[in-house]
């Protein structure tokens, strides 16, 4: 053979063993990929007795994403040693470093944090399997739900009990399993014991959960999986954030002479939008002065303005003092305080309405209604009601009380239910609306609305089961997409009724009330206070206006 033909050969050759070896690809082209990868086989198959092998296999229905797959993946009992990944197209295997203990059950869970190497999908819903190196399986098994804004990639947290109760948080878990994208999750092959479970959004994925930066779900009680006793279901939690720190001062900068925009940690508790708790400290003259208004800055929270009463020196070092910031918990700093930037730009701007609750030409219910008037900034408030009227469109008067919610939000309620079907109107003159520069407005002010007719309502009514008057029932009625709208009421009987209700779509709920304060209690992480018992009526009911849903038959768990 020619050399030159030896030498294409040889190339050839090499090149189909170089192909062989390399990492295969998924292939490119054709529709936007939409489906989801799953699992569709496995090694050891699903409850395997007697397994010996120091390796495990997962094969997907197409190519995913290692890292995420890495990170998805948790094996309860823990695994010590380590584990070793190698995959072939869509197949994992994953080597022990240590051999397996004996006689345990394992339970192999795959989260549904893994993503396709496509699009991105992710897995609809977690897949677990499990194995015994002796010879049988622990088929104890714990079910749930996570209810949450986004319930998928939740991850459950079993930890046995034994003496150390109130520090199973600082270790990692001994089983471990993940939500789908419903929120459900199963922990399966559990050996006979006590338990306690969480619901942790494990921000780090490092199975600890970390109170500054988790979301946490507390159980309502330990679960025993002792004898006989080998299920338990509906251990259903509701995360929230077990925040401990109290709120602080970040910044703070005049953007003119009459105004300081201060941005704190997190919103503080509305009680302290009051200008007492606060003053200014010159520390060049070593003098006092006071705040004459506060607000919390319109759509920001953890924003307050101040005004100072006095005129503070440009050329001096001024520091705003807060006698006390408190969160909605009760978490407290006191006497905290923050360095100013001085500005003398002169404060020119007229006061206006930058906002309204219920906006501008709503419909809104006619029984105990309340207007917000969100304005810009603070205002002069002795005699401001007597420049306001409220009216329906023929004029007749309504009489009506005010209050503030701070500095610069003003609050109109009547003092009487209004008329079903009716327009309103709220007027005012700005030029009555005087900042502490002396700037005012110097147009009228009209705030539009009408009622809506008592026809537009909606309401619910049925039979609970499993009533029990010593659980302190209370029932819940909540907006499906309108955050912060629900009607509560405490059950005395198994029959309930919600009328007057906005139409919509809701889902209805309960909790035992223990400490009788009509809110729900999501309980604490450490030391342990277990969260109020919960359950969920299992289909969302659609509201239509006009039309009450009757015999809802709702059975307590």
Not at 96 to 122: A, H, P
Not at 269 to 295: A, C, G, I, M, W
Request: a negative charge; aromatic letters at 12%.
């Amino acid at each position: 053979m020619a050399a030159k033909s030896i030498k294409k050969l040889v190339t050839l050759i090499l090149l189909i063993l170089l192909a062989g070896c390399a990492n295969q690809l998924p292939p490119g082209g054709g529709e936007v990929d939409k489906i989801p990868p799953e699992v569709v086989d496995v090694y050891p198959p699903d409850e395997t007795i007697n397994f010996d092998d120091d390796y495990i296999e997962i094969e997907f229905s197409e190519y995913v994403d290692k890292r995420s797959f890495q990170e998805a993946l948790f094996i309860s009992p823990f695994i010590e040693g380590g584990l070793d990944f190698s995959w072939t197209s869509s197949t994992v295997t994953i080597e022990f470093k240590e051999k397996l203990k004996k006689d345990i059950t394992y339970t192999v869970n795959v989260g549904s944090d893994v993503v396709d190497l496509n699009n991105k999908n992710r897995m609809a819903n977690s897949y677990s399997f499990t194995f015994s190196t002796g010879n049988k399986i622990d088929r104890r098994m714990i079910t749930g739900r996570v209810y949450a804004e986004k319930p998928e990639g939740v991850l459950i947290y079993a930890y046995r009990l034994g003496t150390e109760t109130d520090t199973l948080l600082k270790a990692k878990p001994d089983y471990v399993s993940q939500t789908g994208n419903t929120g459900d999750y199963e922990l399966k092959g559990l050996s006979e014991s006590n338990y306690r479970i969480f619901a942790v959004l494990d921000k780090y994925r490092d199975l600890i959960y970390d109170l500054d930066q988790d979301l946490i779900g507390i159980p309502c009680k330990d679960i025993s999986l002792i004898a006989d006793d080998t299920l338990f279901t509906n251990m259903n939690f509701k995360l929230f954030k077990a925040d401990t720190t109290a709120p602080r001062f970040l910044k703070g900068i005049m953007t003119d002479k009459k105004h300081i925009l201060v941005t704190l940690t997190e919103e503080i508790d509305k009680r302290l939008l009051k200008p007492s708790n606060y003053l200014l400290f010159d520390s060049t003259t070593n003098e006092k002065s006071q705040v004459q208004y506060v607000y919390q800055k319109y759509g920001k929270p953890a924003e307050l303005i101040f005004v100072p009463k006095d005129k503070l020196n440009i050329d001096n070092s001024v520091y705003l003092i807060a006698d006390v910031l408190k969160d909605t918990l009760e978490n407290k700093y006191q006497n905290d305080f923050i360095h100013l930037t001085i500005s003398d730009r002169p404060d020119t701007s007229a006061i206006n309405v930058i906002a309204t609750e219920p906006k501008q030409n709503s419909s809104i219910d006619f029984v105990d209604p309340k207007i917000i008037i969100y304005f810009d900034d603070g205002f002069e408030k002795n005699d401001i009601q007597k420049h306001i009227t409220f009216t329906d469109t023929f004029g007749n008067e309504v009489p009506f009380k005010i209050n503030f919610d701070d500095d610069a939000t003003l609050v109109v309620s009547p003092l009487k239910d209004l008329k079903a079907d009716k327009d309103y109107i709220i007027k005012f003159n700005l030029n009555r609306f005087i900042d502490s520069e002396g700037n005012k407005g110097d147009s009228l002010y009209q705030f539009k609305f009408n009622t809506i007719s008592g026809l537009d309502f909606t309401g619910v009514s049925g039979n609970i089961g499993n009533f029990d008057n010593e659980l302190n029932p209370v029932l819940v009625l909540e907006s499906y997409n309108r955050k912060g709208l629900q009607y509560q009421k405490k059950i005395t009987n198994e029959n309930f009724e919600f009328d007057r209700i906005e139409a919509g779509k809701y889902f209805l709920w309960y909790y035992s009330d223990t400490d009788s304060n009509f809110q729900y209690d999501f309980g604490w992480p450490q030391p342990l206070k277990y969260s109020e018992r919960f359950s969920v009526y299992g289909d969302t009911l659609k509201l239509k206006p006009r039309w009450t849903v009757t015999d809802v038959q709702f059975n307590l768990k």
